[in-house]
């Protein structure tokens, strides 16, 4: 089982799957979310918004105002590419491929297609107003901007697919947000990512499909 995952992990990082038409039934997290499936470190993953079940997304579009970087939406449909991230520590840590995350752990989201990490700051979002979103940066070049602090609802401790979670921004306070007021010209369809500074329910979000890497041997001891 773990040489599977480690293969299908592999043809991720190389780019040999084709993302566009895998499903979740091929992927280790067909596995039922009442089952738990333990979120690491080097997993990539589709997150989605919970109340309204679209997807983090986003794709080499530029926003037209604001910080002018590389948008950030909620797409509607399973079935897109643009909607996986990968999930990494923060840089100059002991984390490793094959971590499990604790609830409270600083976390970076890094976007599958473009490299770029998920990023937040002090620029007005484009329809509401709050916290813009964006993708920024690249391999080799994070900042404190990409930090996104994990936070379990509930009593788990450890990230699981079946929990709900918040992701507040570590330099601006902000939640990863979404709602349904949605962009009618270049994402036409697509609703607004933003980040606002109070607990609500349109900022929790839940794992779903992906490529969910095992927890490493070592990792594993440690809990014990």
């Not at 592999?10 to 596995?31: N, Q």
Request: proline residues 4%.
């Amino acid at each position: 089982m773990a040489i599977g995952f480690f293969c299908l992990a592999l043809f991720v990082f190389l780019g040999i799957i084709d993302f566009d038409h895998i499903s979740a039934a091929s992927t280790p997290s067909s596995t039922p979310a009442s089952e738990g499936v333990e979120i690491t470190y080097g997993s990539t993953l589709k997150l989605m918004h919970e109340k309204t079940k679209f997807r983090l997304h986003s794709h080499d579009v530029p926003y037209g105002s604001g910080s002018g970087q590389q948008s950030v939406t909620g797409f509607p449909s399973v079935d897109d590419s643009n909607s996986y991230w990968i999930v990494r520590p923060q840089p100059d840590t002991s984390a490793k491929q094959g971590d499990p995350i604790k609830t409270g752990t600083v976390i970076r989201l890094q976007h599958m297609k473009t490299r770029k990490w998920l990023h937040s700051h002090l620029h007005a979002s484009p329809i509401s107003s709050n916290l813009e979103v964006s993708c920024f940066g690249g391999e080799g070049n994070s900042d404190t901007g990409d930090y996104w602090k994990l936070e379990i609802e509930g009593k788990g401790k450890t990230w699981r697919q079946d929990q709900r979670v918040r992701l507040q921004h570590v330099d601006t306070g902000g939640y990863l947000h979404s709602h349904d007021k949605k962009y009618t010209r270049i994402a036409g369809g697509q609703q607004e990512v933003c980040g606002v500074r109070e607990k609500r329910p349109d900022n929790v979000w839940l794992a779903a499909e992906g490529v969910y890497l095992p927890v490493n041997e070592a990792s594993k001891s440690s809990q014990k």
